[in-house]
Structure formats: C-alpha cells, structure tokens
C-alpha cells in the first residue's frame, strides 16, 4: 500500500498565527534532528492521533496548549489527504475531524471546521488499505481479537517510539497492552499473506457450512430417532386402527413393516368412514337443556319471592305476638297504682322520719291517670285479622307447589344430560377415528421423507461433501506452511541486515515469533529471546533490522495493506549516557557522541538508506533523533528538512508567548 506523510501541520489557537507545517522527503529517510524538548517525541502520537487513534497520546501542556489542530497530510495511490484532528482539551480524545482530498494538497486552510469524524476516517482508511471485511472468526465474533482487521492494527509496524525502539520486551508498537497484542497476533499471518481475503472467505463458508451441517445433522439424529421407534408405533397404530374397527389385520404370523404400511394406508384413503351421532342430534339436545335451565332460573326467581313473603309474614305475626305481650307487662306495672290507692287511708306518717306523706299523693295520682290511659288505648290496639291467616296458608301451599316443580325440573335436566353424554360420547369415539387418520397421515408422511430418497439425508450428504471438499482445499493450500514460508523470508531479510548494525551475535540466526511477538536467536548451544539478551546496542539493532525486513517482505508481496511507512524516534538514545535529572530552568544539553557510538550509530542510518534505496521509493522513513548532521549528513537517500536547536521546535517560540 503506498501511503506515505507529506507533512504534519499544527493550527495555532491564535487566530492570527499561521499553521506550522514540518514536511517530509517521499520515499527517502527523513531525519528531523534536534535537542531535548524540542518536541521530536510528539511527531509519532501526532501522526497516530490524526489517523484515528482511540486516545490521544500527544504531550500535555506546551504543545496541547498552543494547538487547537492536528493534522497530517498523506500521499495515497488516490491521491493527497489532509487529516486534521481538534485537540481534545479535558478528554481522553475528541471525534471531531476535518478531512481534505484533492489531487495534490499545497495549500493548508488556515481555520478549519469539522467535516468529519475519527469513525469515518478510520473506515476510509480501512478502504484505502484494501482491508478485507471478513473477520478471523469466521462469522461467530464481529469484535474484540478475532474482528476484522483494521487500519489501526497495522500502526504496530508503523511506529517505533521512543520507549519500543531499544525495549528488549516490547517488540511492536503499543503490544505493551494486552488488546493490541493479541489483536496483532491474531493478523499477523493475515499481513505476512499466509491469509488471504479468499482464503478468508473459503474459511468463512467452510465455517458456515460447518454450522449448517451440524444443524442438520441434529435434525437427522432426531428424525432418525422416531425412525427408530416407528416399527413399535406401526404396531400400536394398527391395533388402535383394529380397535376403532377401521382394519382388520389377517390371522397367523406377525406382520412385517411393509405389511402393516400397506394395512395403514388403506384406512387413509378411505372414505366411508362416517359419523355414527350427528351434530344435530347432540345439538337438539343441547338446545332443549338450554331451555329447562331457562324455566329453571324462573322457577327459582318465582319459589325466592314466595319464600321471602312469607318470611315477612312470620315476622308480622311473631312482632304482633311480642307487642301485645309488652302491653300486658306495662299493665301489670301500672296496676300497682290500684293497690296503693285501696290500701291508703292518707293519715299515714312516713316510717323513717315520722313526718307526713302528703307529696305521695300527686305522684300516685298521676299514676292513676297514666293507667287509666293506657286500659284507654289497649282497648284500640291492632289485632292481625283472620284474614292474614288465610293469606299465610295460600303462601305456603304455593311454596310447597313451587318446589316440587323446580325437583322435576331438575330431574329432567339430569335425565337429557345423560342421554345427551352418550350422545357426545358416540361422536368423540368418531372424532377419535378422525383424530386417529389424520395423525397416522402425518406419520406416513415423515416416514417417507425418512426414507432411502428422504430430502434431508441427501442435505446431510450434499452439506458433508461441501464441507470435506473445501476442507482439502484449504489443506492443499497448507496455511502453516505458507506462514513459516513467510516468516523465513522475514528472518533472511534481517539475517542479512544483522551484520552491518552494531551488534554482539551478528551472525547468529535471527527469528521472529509471532506467537509471542517477539525475536529468537540461535545459537551455538542454546536460543534465547529478545529480553535473555543483554546491551542496548543489540535490543536496537535487533529492532531495526527486524522492522526493516518485515517491510522489505510486505514489499516484495504483489499487494500488501501495510504502508510503506516507518516512524523512528531517537535510535541513537542507546549511545547517550543518562543524566538521572534536569532543573526545569535548565537547558539540556545535547549529548556527545564517542566516536565508536558515532559508527554504531552511522551504521542504523545506512542500513536504513540502503533499504528504502532498494525499495526504489516505496519506502519511506521518518528518524527524529538528537544525532546532529554530522552523523549522518553524507549517507546517500538521507534528507534534513529542519534541525530543532537554538530556539527552534515543533511548535514556535511565538505561539507561547
């Protein structure tokens, strides 16, 4: 894929600055060279942030502070484009983007508005890379290790920042965290072209094909089940079938299977099997006990209306019996009045005190008067006439009458609903049969499609026969094969290349594991890993020649998605001595170099310059580092754009002020 930066461009949060645009040779070694703190570090997360990254990685403060914009401009096979990505301020990151295409971009807007978002971008870049659409787990996982590959997962062998290009653990770009290590490892043989979209594809269908078989291959087990039962049920369908009188089966020996298909599907095609009970038989019953319910429920109405009157009537009389009983109490009462008045000559003295007891005689008078009142009004009170008894014999006869007529209701109703269950019982039997014909219909019919012509056996085979031959198509093309074939060329490439670095075993044959993401050297007795292996100088050559030749391979493939891009910040760090801190108010110095650190670090510049001069501008790679010119000024295919020192940097000295 040829994708390769033109320049990154920085927007000022001052409107009235202009961008800061830092270009870049195409298909050359660019070498941006500069002191400490010049802002060398913050050309790589740049660069990842404008191209979609998750988060953005770009140095808080001086830079984010005096940049409102981010942007990179990219050489394509379709032609330039400007990504531009807003900082984020107080987020992690911000989908806000601004996209520009055109044939070739010279002029850079000085204000930009959103057009687009990191989404969309991440997609184009998808489209560009000519990614395939098909995930590596084979339909079963859209997302997570085994999703699609993306254009974000080929940024491991993009970049090489300041803290993985020297890492004796840390091989690829951001395979320090456990997603993108495990993404990568699952791609990998997807980029080095072991994998390729069509082998992908036969992969997927194989898969599907797989899933259907089994579901299948379910259905067949479970209809083969029934097949297996179906001599058992035969015999049970022919002795219910001999029991409803629908068959009659000939005497002697036991019948065979064909024998009794034969019995069964007779009583299928018949047709005189008729109904012994209609309908209209039970439905004129039914009607007729509809009617003996509806006299019933008037019955019922009319015995609860004369039960309730003569209730009331025996309350009547019970009350009338309980007045006149009061009366006579009252009486009784008053009458003590009578017996004072007769025995009281009215010279008699009170017992107690002696005095006399004239008061006494207005109270028994009014005595006297309220007796003689009430034997007044006893004589009017109401007595029940002897009608009312008359009345209350009549209610009783009617109640009597009633009830024996809702009894013969009943009886008759208990009497048709006998006649009418034999009735039901006689269709149900029939119902039975019918019930009985239909069920066996059904039966027959799956025990042909069970049969040796059954349309789901020949599904099961057709399905087995797709699956077995894109099984030894897929073993022909032999994918462990094709992936150790790839990773040889890989291994030749940095063998070569080992012994013009600044290396201890330049010899010793090199290995890249994917498995582990990491490099095997081999050697006389025993091979050890990257991180077994000590010195600086060998993690960084091991590095170099190890993500050269991997773009050497990608280059040789008749296509590959990877760009011919690689980003490396400060190689020559191995070589510096370490001065543990530095006052904020202090300048850094720039380090000086010994003079075999000089050719140790001359010889990372040339094998780089050879390799992207042998991939005759395919390649392009970007160094931003603290070695001056004077290392590497006189290597062919090198090019300085801009050296940041004495006050020069990434971003200008005017826009912080």
């Not at 995930?135 to 254009?151: C, I, L, Q, T, W």
């Not at 974000?152 to 290590?181: G, I, M, W, Y």
Request: proline residues 4%; aromatic residues 6%; negative net charge.
């Amino acid at each position: 894929m040829f994708f390769q930066i033109k320049e990154i461009v920085l927007w000022p949060r001052n409107s009235a600055l202009t961008p800061r645009r830092v270009q870049f040779e195409l298909g050359k070694v660019t070498v941006i060279s500069g002191a400490s703190r010049t802002g060398k570090s913050a050309v790589i997360p740049i660069i990842d942030y404008c191209l979609g990254s998750k988060s953005c990685s770009i140095p808080v403060k001086t830079i984010r502070n005096a940049c409102e914009w981010f942007g990179v401009v990219v050489k394509t096979s379709m032609g330039d484009k400007l990504f531009a990505r807003r900082e984020p301020g107080a987020q992690r990151s911000t989908d806000e983007m601004y996209v520009l295409e055109a044939a070739t971009i010279s002029d850079i807007p000085t204000k930009l508005i959103k057009n687009s978002t990191a989404s969309d971008v991440r997609r184009l870049l998808d489209e560009l890379a000519g990614l395939s659409n098909l995930d590596f787990g084979a339909g079963e996982s859209r997302s997570g290790f085994e999703g699609r590959p993306s254009f974000r997962d080929l940024s491991a062998f993009l970049f090489q920042p300041q803290n993985v290009v020297a890492n004796p653990e840390v091989l690829f770009f951001k395979t320090d965290r456990h997603e993108h290590r495990e993404k990568l490892r699952t791609i990998f043989p997807y980029v080095l072209g072991a994998i390729t979209p069509a082998l992908l594809a036969k992969q997927h269908e194989l898969k599907q094909l797989q899933s259907e078989l089994k579901r299948k291959e379910r259905e067949l087990r479970d209809a083969e089940q029934v097949s297996a039962q179906w001599v058992a049920e035969l015999r049970a369908r022919v002795s219910e079938g001999q029991e409803l009188g629908l068959l009659t089966p000939p005497p002697g020996k036991e019948l065979t299977r064909e024998q009794m298909l034969g019995l069964l599907e007779e009583v299928v095609k018949r047709t005189d099997v008729t109904l012994a009970v209609s309908s209209t038989t039970i439905s004129e019953a039914i009607r007729e006990l509809n009617d003996l319910e509806e006299e019933e429920s008037k019955v019922s109405f009319t015995l609860t209306a004369l039960r309730r009157r003569l209730i009331e009537m025996n309350r009547l009389r019970e009350s009338t019996s309980n007045y006149h009983e009061a009366l006579r109490v009252q009486r009784d009462r008053l009458q003590l009045a009578d017996w004072i008045g007769q025995h009281r000559s009215g010279e008699e003295s009170c017992p107690v005190c002696g005095g006399g007891m004239e008061p006494s005689e207005a109270k028994l008078k009014e005595l006297k008067e309220a007796l003689a009142e009430f034997e007044s009004a006893a004589g009017v009170t109401f007595e029940v006439p002897a009608a009312f008894d008359r009345e209350m014999q009549r209610v009783q006869t009617e109640v009597n009458e009633t009830t024996e007529k809702l009894k013969s209701i009943q009886l008759r109703k208990v009497a048709l609903s006998r006649r009418s269950n034999e009735a039901s019982a006689q269709q149900y039997q029939v119902k039975k049969v019918e019930r009985f014909i239909g069920n066996l219909e059904n039966a027959l019919h799956l025990y042909r499609r069970l049969g040796e012509d059954g349309g789901l056996r020949g599904e099961v085979a057709q399905l087995r026969e797709q699956c077995h031959g894109l099984t030894d198509e897929l073993r022909r093309e032999n994918l462990e094969d094709r992936k150790r074939r790839a990773l040889s060329i890989v291994n030749n490439n940095a063998a070569r290349l080992m012994p013009l670095l600044d290396n201890e075993r330049p010899d010793d044959p090199v290995s890249l594991e994917i498995g582990d993401l990491t490099i095997k050297v081999t050697g006389v007795n025993r091979e050890d890993y990257l991180s077994e292996i000590g010195s600086g100088s060998n993690w960084l050559s091991y590095h170099i020649a190890v993500m050269l030749a991997l773009h050497q391979f990608f280059l040789s493939l008749d296509y590959s998605p990877v760009p011919g891009l690689l980003v490396m910040d400060q190689p020559s760090q191995v070589y510096f001595p370490k001065k543990l801190a530095v006052r904020e108010t202090e300048t850094p110095e720039d380090p000086q170099l010994k003079d075999e650190d000089v050719e140790a670090v001359r010889k990372a510049f040339q094998v780089m310059a050879r390799v992207v001069e042998s991939a005759k501008g395919a390649l392009q790679i970007i160094v931003l580092d603290h070695a001056s010119r004077e290392v590497w000024g006189s290597i062919p295919n090198i090019i300085d754009f801009e050296e940041w020192r004495d006050g020069v940097k990434l971003v200008p000295l005017e826009w912080l002020l």
